[in-house]
C-alpha cells in the first residue's frame, strides 16, 4: 500500500537547526511535497522535489532520496514563527497526493 | 481517526456542464471544510473556506460565482464548478477540520477533474 512516514512531534530550540525526515511508499511517483501548517491555518507550500538533491529557499531546504524514499526538511536559523505542523506528501503515478500525517514542531526560547 | 471521504475520485465532462463533487466527513462533525485545487507538479492551492451554515470565504483570485460551495450540514461540503471548461481540468481536494478549533485538518482523496 501506499504509506508516508515522518515523526509525530520535534522540539528544537531557537537559532538551531532542525531536520525533519519523512519516508514514502507509493505506487509510481511524481513530486515529494512539504507543507507547513501553522495552528488554525491551511497548509502553506514550502518546497517540491521531484529530482534527487537538495533544494536550497531561504532558512528552509528540502532534499529527496529517490531510490531510497525519503526525504528531509532542514530549516536553519530557527524562529519561534516556525512552531508549526510540517507536511510530507508524496504524488503518486496518478498524480494523487498522499499526504503524511505531519510533524509537529515545537520551537523553545 | 477522522476520515473524509470525496465524490467522485474522478470526473470527465463536456466543456460548459457543471460538476459537484461531494466531500463529506465520516466520523466527526466539521464546522470548517476547506477546498484546495492542485494542478500537475503545482502546489496544494487553497480555494475557499467553507464554514456550515454560512457563506464560504474565496481566496483571492477565485470566482465565487463559478466554484459554488454549499455546507448545508456538519458533515457534508460541497463544491460545484460551473459552465466548466478545459483549463479547470484540475486535481480538486477537500480538507476538513475538528471542532473546537483544533488545527489538523483531515484531507479527503482528492478529485481529478477533467474537462473535455
Known amino acids: 500500500g501506499q504509506n508516508i512516514d515522518q515523526p509525530t512531534e520535534m522540539t528544537a530550540t531557537e537559532g538551531a537547526i532542525v531536520q525533519i525526515n519523512c519516508t514514502y511508499q507509493t505506487s509510481g511517483f511524481n513530486g515529494l511535497f512539504w507543507y507547513q501548517q501553522h495552528a488554525g491555518e491551511a497548509p502553506t507550500f514550502l518546497s517540491y522535489n521531484v529530482l534527487d538533491g537538495l533544494e536550497e529557499k531561504g532558512r528552509f531546504s528540502s532534499f529527496l532520496s529517490r531510490s531510497k524514499g525519503y526525504s528531509y526538511l532542514l530549516l536553519k536559523e530557527l524562529q519561534m514563527k516556525d512552531s508549526a505542523s510540517y507536511l510530507c506528501a508524496a504524488m503518486d503515478s496518478n498524480y494523487q497526493l498522499i499526504w503524511g500525517a505531519g510533524t509537529k514542531l515545537i520551537i523553545k526560547p | 481517526g477522522a476520515v473524509v471521504s470525496q465524490h467522485p475520485s474522478r470526473v470527465i465532462c463536456k466543456s460548459g456542464t457543471s460538476v459537484k463533487i461531494e466531500c463529506r466527513s465520516l466520523?466527526?462533525?466539521?464546522?470548517?471544510m476547506f477546498w484546495y485545487r492542485q494542478f500537475p507538479k503545482q502546489s496544494l492551492m487553497l480555494m475557499a473556506t467553507s464554514n456550515e451554515g454560512s457563506k464560504a470565504t474565496y481566496e483571492q483570485g477565485v470566482e465565487k460565482d463559478k466554484f459554488l460551495i454549499n455546507h448545508a450540514s456538519l458533515t457534508l461540503s460541497t463544491l460545484t464548478v460551473t459552465s466548466a471548461h478545459p483549463e479547470d481540468s484540475s486535481f480538486y481536494i477537500c480538507s476538513a477540520r475538528l471542532p473546537r478549533g483544533q488545527e489538523t485538518q483531515y484531507f479527503g482523496p482528492g478529485t481529478r477533474l477533467l474537462v473535455l
Open positions: 466520523d466527526f462533525q466539521a464546522t470548517t
